[in-house]
Antibody, heavy 124, light 106 residues
Framework: EVQLVESGGGLIKPGGSLRLSCTAS????????MTWVRQAPGMGLEWVGR??????????DYAAPVRGRFTISRDDSTNTVYLQMNSLKTEDTAVYYC???????????????WGQGTLVTVSS | DIQMTQSPSTLSASVGDRVTFTCRAS??????LAWYQQKPGKAPKLLIY???SLESGVPSRFSGSGSGTEFTLTISSLQPDDFATYYC????????FGQGTKVEVK
């Protein structure tokens, strides 16, 4: 059974930094492309970014609203994916989900398995 | 970036109704589209992938169709458990989601 546990959320002031962690089990993380999706309170789902598997180069891509401020990384030895969030804005307030992508080569993929998410609140 | 637009934003329906809602992509995404159901306070649940493939365990009253830029999700006979918000997501280029369609009690 796939399990995803996000942690590290909390209350942070605008301009601050926070690092979220995602611990995965029930599948081979090293083979997976992982993605972060967020959902602001009362709003829809928004893609944040993805990281390729190491065998596919390990690079990350980001949505425009977070590009240059957020960084996704992975440590396959500990089955953990990270989201480093810098220069946080009030509009980054959301529940953040970390998920593996089910994909075909050449395409990004969709999400079968979700964790419970972790809430980030950016407020002064 | 590929923009996804869902309509309507809210749909009022009754148990037993056949409901259909639409998702449009700003450019062709072939059939690289998924649909999710989300209930308040819960993570989304995958219903459909590759535009029309039913995820294992999802009731057969859910069906998806379309290709290119226009897609539909149909619930053939709405059940009490189906009142929720539905999102489409393209995965042709990176990922992007529609803004959602909320199905509420009429």
């Amino acid at each position: 059974e796939v399990q995803l546990v996000e942690s590290g959320g909390g209350l942070i002031k605008p301009g601050g930094s926070l690092r979220l962690s995602c611990t995965a089990s029930g599948f081979t993380l090293s083979n997976a492309w992982m993605t972060w999706v967020r959902q602001a309170p009362g709003m829809g789902l928004e893609w944040v970014g993805r990281i390729r598997s190491q065998s596919d180069g390990g690079a990350a891509d980001y949505a425009a609203p977070v590009r240059g401020r957020f960084t996704i990384s992975r440590d396959d030895s500990t089955n953990t994916v990270y989201l480093q969030m810098n220069s946080l804005k009030t509009e980054d307030t959301a529940v953040y989900y970390c998920t593996p992508l089910t994909r075909m080569p050449g395409y990004s993929g969709y999400v079968r398995d979700w964790g419970q998410g972790t809430l980030v609140t950016v407020s002064s | 970036d590929i923009q996804m637009t869902q309509s309507p934003s809210t749909l009022s329906a009754s148990v037993g109704d056949r409901v259909t809602f639409t998702c449009r992509a700003s450019q062709s995404i072939s059939s690289w589209l998924a649909w999710y159901q989300q209930k308040p306070g819960k993570a989304p649940k995958l219903l459909i992938y590759k535009a029309s493939s039913l995820e294992s365990g999802v009731p057969s009253r859910f069906s998806g169709s379309g290709s290119g830029t226009e897609f539909t999700l149909t619930i053939s006979s709405l059940q009490p458990d189906d009142f929720a918000t539905y999102y489409c997501q393209q995965y042709n280029t990176y990922l992007s989601f529609g803004q959602g369609t909320k199905v509420e009690v009429k």
